[in-house]
């Protein structure tokens, strides 16, 4: 892998300043304070359409789809992002369950791709630079019985 340039640090702290707007803030506070789910009907049902946990919900899930498109287009370096966005993995970690169903429901394959090709990636990541890393953070979000 080449050299992260001064361009992928600049990709990367501008990420970082949008996470700090104020709507952003709040959605991503509520989102790992709150958003759990098991399935797309179980999330249809705790956070509908036109509720602000939906919104939340929206804004969180397509500001890391939109994040991990800059790393599979390759507009941003993948180690250097790895290394400063770990909430993806959060994200990735609170809808993997569901994403095939919605993708299922919408008739879209493509909905959030980048996420999980990114979350994959990272993930693949971890595990050769940090074994066990990844199970550790995996396991905060096994729903407790």
Known sequence: MQQATYQDAEIVLR???LRREEKLRAARAWFTANFSTQSLAEAIEKYPPGSDQ?????????????A???????????????????ELLLVWEKMKNFI???????????????????????IQWMNQNAPGAYETFAAMFVPKK
């Not at 991990?68 to 770990?86: D, I």
């Not at 169903?101 to 979350?119: C, G, H, I, Q, S």
């Open 15 to 17: 990420l970082y300043d």
């Open 68 to 86: 991990a498109s800059f790393v599979v287009k390759g507009v941003v370096h993948e180690e250097l992002f790895f290394e400063n966005c770990g």
């Open 100 to 122: 095939q169903d919605m993708r299922k429901v919408r008739k879209n394959p493509l909905l959030y791709r980048n996420l999980e090709k990114v979350a994959l990636k990272h």
């Open 54 to 66: 939906n919104a939340y919900y929206r804004m969180v899930s397509t500001y890391w789809e939109m």
